[in-house]
């Protein structure tokens, strides 16, 4: 994945599961991944050192590699006036 597609704000989903989820807390852990499921949604809060990004799901802040990751499509809801 192109890293310059990722900005913080942006929300993205998570394209494949990591072998683990770290956590972005002060003192980060290591979770299982199946925590996520390959398409859950996130917003991207932070830029990290080693290339990560800090990424809120709404099952928690995870550092994420780009590779895992993909900018989300906006998708417009289309209403007719009738």
Known sequence: ??????????KVSLITKPP??????PMPMLRPADILDVGDEGIVMDRRPGGYW??????GTFLMESQYLAVATIQESSHTDV
């Open 1 to 10: 994945m192109n890293e310059q597609q990722i900005a913080v704000g942006s």
């Open 54 to 59: 800090g990424v809120k799901f709404d099952k």
């Open 20 to 25: 683990y989820l770290k956590t972005a807390d």
